[in-house]
């Protein structure tokens, strides 16, 4: 039998109360969420990055959640990313052949997360964004922003919401890596904080 010092608080193991939750990593995840594309789909981009804290250090436990047009604008109205099997009731998961828009990403032991998806269509006077909503611990309430891809500059410019963010733009545009790949950092404070939508 181990005994513990606790002669003085240092002494004392951490115990759930000395941390901040809530911790979403727990129930919400689920297999297949970051490939919210079909596969072989020939307009799949993949977009990644890093959550990361006020200090610039990266969470291992933030959940990041997208949704996203499909490539012709339109949103998609069909059932799939979290199907149940009726017989067992046990998660099925997509079906592999329509495009729901919607995936949810675990970030990983390095605060890093993916998804593959369809290059979002223009929708009205908006350029293509990918929706994106943010779960961290130490978040009592979850953080909404958008991923704009910068391929066409013209509607980035005219874009409603990035002529608003003014100087703090370029934290909404993602960077183009190449071959239909683009990063996207997702900043909770400090320098270079990502610009958050507040919707009421």
């Known amino acids: 039998m181990t005994k513990i010092d606790t002669s003085g608080p240092e002494q004392l193991p951490p ?10 990593g727990h129930a919400l995840p689920f297999r297949g969420g970051e490939e919210i594309a079909p596969l072989g789909h020939p307009d799949t981009v993949t977009v990644h990055g890093y959550v990361l804290d006020g200090n610039g250090d990266p969470l291992p436990d933030a959940l990041v959640e997208l949704w996203a047009p499909r490539p012709d604008g339109a949103v998609a109205r069909v059932d799939g990313s979290m199907r149940r099997d009726p017989a067992t009731g046990g998660h099925l998961g997509r079906n592999g052949v329509e495009f729901t828009g919607w995936g949810r990403v675990q970030t990983d032991a ?12 223009a929708r009205g006077q908006n350029a293509p964004y990918i929706s994106v909503c943010v779960f961290a611990r130490g978040l009592l309430t979850h953080l ?3 991923i704009y891809l910068p391929d066409d500059r013209a509607s980035l410019a005219a874009d409603p919401l990035l002529t608003q963010a003014g100087e703090r733009r370029d934290t909404l545009v993602a960077g183009d890596e190449g071959n239909g790949t683009y990063r996207f950092d997702i900043r909770l404070q ?4 990502t610009v958050f939508l507040e919707y009421q």
């Not at 115990?15 to 979403?24: A, L, Q, R």
């Not at 890093?112 to 979002?120: I, V």
């Not at 400090?190 to 904080?193: C, I």
């Open 190 to 193: 400090g320098e270079g904080e």
């Open 110 to 121: 390095d605060g890093h997360w993916y998804a593959r998806t369809l290059h979002p269509g």
């Open 144 to 146: 909404f922003t958008r």
């Open 15 to 24: 115990t759930p109360s000395h941390t901040v939750g809530p911790f979403y």
